[in-house]
């Protein structure tokens, strides 16, 4: 049991209403170019649901109930986040389409709670891949931040990398978006308001929470 591995995304749910316009956003611009991911049902327990990202990591299956009794111990001390979109951004290099938030205190130190918690259990385990298609491997010996990032934690988005956002949509390679001229089917501001609730899931191809093993709803 102990050589079996899983990959996990631990992430923040928004309420149902943000999470509704962030699947109606991914659903309008996936019509505009080829989609080759975009939200869907965010009732369903098999989905690609809306999230925000704070850890993505591989851990043995034997540490699951540690890590959902600390996860569990960790939503009930915390209290919900209130987050605005900052706007959407398009990374060419990887063609994805994000919903990008602020960063307050309270979030960074969050994302650092989990981790703290979470990091040990993986055991020096690495995940194959990131979100990208990077061997995560191969990121050992990057320079700066982004090679002490994954030689610690295993993750490279932490602390000065940490760009808090909903991923909408990754297309085609080579797709070219300007969300500046798009004319956008939501008001962005609507895309931001509260995350109550932190989740497992199992990890996806380029980021996406494909299953849901557990939430866990914040304390107040």
């Known amino acids: 049991m102990d050589s079996l591995r899983i990959e996990l995304n631990i992430a923040l749910l928004p309420e149902p209403g ?33 999230h925000l990202t704070l850890y993505q990591l591989a851990v043995p299956l034997s540490v699951l109930p540690s890590l959902d009794e600390g996860l569990d111990k960790i939503a009930s001390a915390e209290s919900a986040i209130s987050l605005a979109c900052t706007g959407l951004a398009y990374n060419a290099g990887e063609a994805s389409l994000e919903a990008r938030t602020e960063m307050p205190a309270a979030l960074a130190a969050l994302q650092a709670r989990v981790i703290d918690f979470a990091n040990p259990l993986r055991d020096s385990i690495l995940l194959e891949r990131d979100p990208a298609g990077n061997v995560v491997r191969e990121l050992l010996a990057a320079p700066g931040t982004l090679g002490e990032n994954i030689r610690r934690t295993g993750y490279a988005e932490v602390g000065e990398l940490f760009r808090p956002h909903d991923t909408l949509n990754w297309f085609v390679p080579g797709t070219h978006v300007d969300v500046s001229r798009e004319d956008l089917p939501v008001d962005v501001r609507s895309l931001g308001g509260r995350y109550p609730t932190l989740a497992m899931f199992v990890l996806g191809p380029y980021g996406t929470c494909v299953q849901a093993l557990a939430r866990y709803e914040f304390g107040s």
Not at 21 to 26: G, K, N, Q, T
């Open 18 to 50: 943000i999470a509704e316009h962030l699947v109606a956003a991914s659903r309008e611009f996936a019509e505009r170019y080829p989609a080759i991911v975009r939200l869907g049902d965010v009732h369903s327990r098999l989905s690609l649901a809306p």
